[in-house]
């Protein structure tokens, strides 16, 4: 049983960055794809960023060339780097890992950006 936990979130003002920390633990993470999403009050979770086992990368067109994801497969951990945040950036992230059928998430991490 995989478990995922966010780290990184916090209060930043517009313009700023924060950085998000995914730490994987009881399974074999370098084969999950993983991916940072988002939820706002009264909006649906979306899909942020993803990164495939391989280290393909795919963004959400809001956040192109503002966030970035990675992932370091030696030390079990997925990361979102947020620059040029804004109010509506505001949500809680959450990680997830998949493969398959099977998928994990982690209890998610609060960003809010002030203007």
């Known amino acids: 049983q995989a478990q995922l936990v966010e780290s990184g979130g916090g209060l930043v003002q517009a313009g700023g960055s924060l950085r998000l920390s995914c730490a994987a633990s009881g399974s074999i993470f370098s084969v999950y794809d993983m991916g940072w999403y988002r939820q706002a009050p009264g909006k649906q979770r979306e899909l942020v960023a993803g990164?495939?086992?391989?280290?393909?990368?795919n963004y959400v067109d809001s956040v192109k060339g503002r966030f970035t994801i990675s992932r370091d497969n030696a030390k079990n951990t997925a990361s979102l780097q947020m620059n040029s945040l804004k109010p509506e950036d505001t949500a809680v992230y959450y990680c997830r890992g998949w493969r398959g059928r099977r998928e994990y998430w982690g209890q998610g991490t609060q960003v809010t950006v002030s203007s």
């Open positions: 990164i495939t086992s391989d280290g393909r990368r």
